[in-house]
């Protein structure tokens, strides 16, 4: 059975900085390649960011330059280091397969950015 467990969230100011983290099991994770998703109240689940297994990113529009997916294999764990925060990355981020053969979802971590 797959297990993502999400972590890492919180209220932060406008500009500041967190780092979500994502250990998973019940997958090869060497084998997986990774995303991580947001979805915001009202709205649909979008993906923000996928890494690859030889460690390729993808980042949409409204991210980049501002967050850095990664990596621990070793770990099974998958991170998403967000700078830079704006009211507008509030949401549940989530992590799943970069693929369309997404595992069933975690219970995700809240992200808030206000002042």
């Known amino acids: 059975q797959v297990q993502l467990v999400e972590s890492g969230g919180g209220t932060v100011q406008p500009g500041g900085p967190l780092r979500l983290s994502c250990p998973s099991s019940g997958i090869i994770f060497r084998f997986a390649a990774m995303g991580w998703y947001r979805q915001a109240p009202g709205k649909q689940r979008d993906m923000v960011a996928t890494i690859t297994i030889g460690g390729s990113t993808n980042y949409a529009d409204a991210v980049k330059g501002r967050f850095t997916i990664s990596r621990d294999n070793a770990k099974n764990t998958v991170y998403l280091q967000m700078n830079s925060l704006k009211a507008e990355d509030t949401a549940v981020y989530y992590c799943?397969?970069?693929?369309?053969?997404?595992?069933?979802w975690g219970q995700g971590t809240q992200v808030t950015v206000s002042s």
């Open positions: 799943n397969s970069a693929t369309s053969r997404l595992w069933d």
